[in-house]
Each structure stands twice: as C-alpha cells, then as structure tokens.
C-alpha cells in the first residue's frame, strides 16, 4: 500500500508540474503495483517490471513464431535473424563448455533473449526496463550460481571444493588462497547482477538526463542533449546486445567451471 | 523543482529505501517471484517449440546441402566417365583410321605389285613368242637356204656335167640357175 500511494505521489506530482518538468532520472526505475496480488503473505503483485517481462517473454516468442512461420530451407530475414541469434547461443555453448554443454543449451539460449529483449524494450520511451533493476538481474545471476553450484557437486562430490584449492600451490600459500578462491567464488553471482542492473541503469538515467533537458532547454539550444540523447540511445542498443552477450557467456563459463574443474 | 525532488526522495525514505529505487526491497519479493515465472515460463517454452522447430530447420537445410553435394560429386564423375569414354572413343577411331590407310596402301602396294608382275610377265611371254618366232624364221631360213644351195649345187653339177662350157656359158648357167632357184625360192617362201 505504501508503494502504491507513494506511486500515486509521483503520478500526481507530475501531473501538477507538467508546466515546468522536472529533473527526476531515477524516475523511470521506480517500480509500481498495476495488479496487487499476494501468495501465502507474499507479495507477488504485478508491477511495471513484471509487465514488462511478460511483454518480453510475449516478444521473444513472437518473434521466433513469426521467423519460424514457414520453417522455410531457404530462410527469409526475420527466419535467417531467429536462426543467427540460435546458432550463436549455440556456438557460445559448443565453444566455452564442449559438447557436454549442449543440455544447457535451452538456458543459455533462453538467458541470452531473456536480458536482451528485456534490454531493447526498456528502451522504448514510456516502458519499463525489468533489467535495470538490481532483484531481477539478481534473480538470474543466483540462478546460474546455484546450478553451477549443484553441477559441480553432482559430479564432483565433495572434491568440489578443490575449486577454492588451486592445485600446484605451495601449501603455505593454501591459508592465503583459500580465502581469495572463495570470496571471489562468491562474488561471481554479484558482479554477475550488478554488471547488468549498472549498465541499465547508468545508460537510462544519462539517456533520461538528456532528454528531459532536451524537453526543458529553448529549441536552439535542446538540439545538443537531443543529439547525444540520439547517439546514446544507439550505444545503448549496443549495450544491450553486449550485456546479453556477457550474461550468456560467463553463464557458459560458470557451467563450465563447475564440470571441468582446473 | 529541487522541492519535488526531495519529496520523492522522502517518499523513498518513507517506502524503507533510499537513493535508487532499485534498492527498495520492498518490491523485491514480486519482483523476485515474476522473474522466476516469467524467465521459466521462457525457458520452458523456447525447449518446447521453439528450439525444435529451428532444429528441424537446420537439420533439412544439411540434408538437403550435403544431398545436392553428393549429387554434384556423382554428377562430376558421371561426366568425367563421359569425357573418358568419349576420349577412348576419339582414340579408337583415330587407331581405327590409321589402321584403315594403313590396309588400303599396303593393298594399293600389293595391286601395284600385282599389276607390274603380270604386265612383266605378258612382256616376258611377248618376248618370248617373238624370240621363237625369230628363231622358227632363222631356222626356216637355214633350211630353205640348205635345200637352195643343194638345189643350185644339184643343177649346176648337172649343167657342169652334162655340157662343157666357156665362160661365159657357164656364168649364164649360173645365173640362169639362181633365177630358177629364186623363181623356186620366192614360191616356197610364199
């Protein structure tokens, strides 16, 4: 109820300075109640940011519905695009875990669409990016721990914590190593989810800075913000595809350490 | 302007955060949950239909590039057959032609051959017919010269016997006798 009111708050706020707008970047990350909804006292309600999820899962699906509608030999461009993104997600597996990684092919492909359909619709003015926020990309990235986690012990028992014991080391150095190995074992599923919500989020609050004073500046003089609001949102679809990128590939490499431990 | 700002910023102090709104755990747990169902949901239906279907669309698509590869490989060697046959071909009839002129100007050598020896031998019978001619004729001539001369030795010892005469009577016998051998002469030859 609090978020709702606080919602209705901001709404009302703009609405009284629609006259004269006013700087507020963060604006557009704040997550609203559309439908509320609770599960055994939790709060499952349908916000913004699961909206917008759903219209990404929508998207994505769509999308290859559409490309593979006539499953066509020689494909169209929107076939031969599906077909690019596949093959690409497929490779990334084959090339960072081998062919023992074709099972968790479906994930990594399903990751990479997840964060980046998710990327490209927050970009379109008025929506809700669900990755620039810091539970969602947290979500994923403790996902892709924990069942890197459960490969590694499901296939190398209890030798499994060998990883925090690089072998070859003088054991006087072990003390020293242990600890390094673990924090920064530990700090995967973290850089893993903050890299992601950062990006998002630094790269819409310039693109919002922008463009409100594109808005509030003299026609003459708003041209500048509006041209790097311009340039920015390219690099930002760039961003988009890079961090999708990363996302699947350290999802491949997490996978990877946990079966083939060095 | 800065008012509002504080006062969103107060509203986020008074929903439990501060700062960005990302870190307003309350919205955590919907958040959270919706992930979850959203990315599974995904997940779940990308290895349902999707991942297939484009399977499938790969895996025609090889089939049918490594069948129209396999294709064109038996095609190329089928015309490579083509080409070597056609060159054996070439081959033989050349052997062939060269077999031919070879039998037709050693049957030209022959027929010449032939020829010159049969024309040598009509020349040789030719000769040969003639020479006997010539020598039935000098034989023939030996024999009538033979019986002319007995015949003059017979009449002109008659003459000489039966009369003695002078001179000039026995060269008038003489030539009387050679006018009546040659009279005999010219009409035993005819």
């Known amino acids: ?262 | 302007m800065i008012s509002v700002a504080h006062a969103s910023e107060g509203a986020h102090a008074a929903s439990g955060g501060g700062g960005l709104p990302q870190f307003d755990a309350s919205t955590f747990s919907s958040q959270f949950f919706w992930t979850l169902v959203s990315f599974l949901a995904l997940l779940f239906l990308l290895n349902k239909y999707v991942i297939p279907a484009i399977n499938r669309v790969l895996d025609a698509r090889e089939k049918t590039i490594s069948g129209d590869l396999s294709n064109a490989e038996n095609m190329k060697k089928e015309a490579q057959q083509v080409l070597a046959d056609y060159q054996a071909k070439l081959r033989d009839s050349a052997k062939k032609a060269e077999q031919t002129l070879a039998d037709a100007q050693k049957e030209a050598a022959q027929n010449r051959e032939q020829a010159l020896k049969e024309l040598n031998a009509e020349l040789q019978k030719k000769q040969d017919s003639a020479t006997e001619a010539i020598e039935q004729a000098k034989r023939k001539a030996i024999e009538e010269v033979k019986v002319v001369a007995a015949d003059l030795a017979i009449i002109t010892t008659q003459k000489l016997i039966s009369k003695s005469v002078t001179k000039t009577e026995a060269n008038k016998m003489v030539t009387e006798a050679i006018s009546e051998m040659e009279s005999a002469g010219s009409k035993a030859l005819n």
């Not at chain 1, 999308?63 to 093959?87: D, H, I, T, W, Y």
């Not at chain 1, 980046?116 to 619709?121: G, Y």
């Not at chain 1, 996902?143 to 080391?169: C, D």
């Not at chain 1, 913000?225 to 491949?252: D, K």
Request: glycine share 8%; with cysteine.
């Open chain 1, 1 to 262: 109820m609090m978020m709702i009111s606080t919602a209705i708050a901001s709404e009302t706020a703009h609405a009284a300075a629609s006259a004269a707008p006013k700087l507020e970047p963060l604006h557009h990350f704040q997550v609203q109640k559309i439908v509320p909804l609770s599960l055994f006292g939790w709060d499952i309600s349908i916000t913004n940011s699961s909206l917008w999820m759903m219209i990404s899962v929508a998207a994505i699906l769509l999308f290859f519905k559409m490309a593979l509608k006539n499953e066509a030999k020689v494909p169209g461009r929107l076939q031969s695009l599906a077909e690019m993104g596949f093959v690409f997600a497929r490779d990334l597996v084959q090339d960072n875990i081998g062919d023992e990684g074709r099972k968790y092919f479906p994930l990594v492909l399903a990751l990479f669409f997840f964060v980046l359909f998710n990327n490209l619709l927050g970009l379109i003015p008025g929506s809700f990016t669900a990755t620039s926020q810091l539970i969602v990309t947290g979500t994923l990235a403790i996902g892709v721990f924990i069942l890197s986690v459960g490969i590694g012990v499901a296939r190398h028992g209890v030798g499994f914590l060998k990883t925090f014991a690089p072998g070859g080391l003088p054991l006087a150095l072990l003390p020293l190593m242990i600890p390094i190995e673990v924090i920064s074992f530990l700090a995967r599923p973290v850089s893993l989810a903050v890299r992601l919500f950062a990006n998002m989020t630094a790269g819409h609050t310039v693109l919002g800075v922008m463009i409100f004073f594109t808005v509030t500046l003299p026609v003459w003089a708003g041209v500048i913000p509006l041209s790097f609001a311009v340039v920015l949102t390219g690099v930002e679809i760039f961003i988009g595809f890079i961090q999708a990128y990363i996302f699947a590939i350290l999802t491949c490499v997490y996978i990877n350490d946990a079966m083939h431990m060095h």
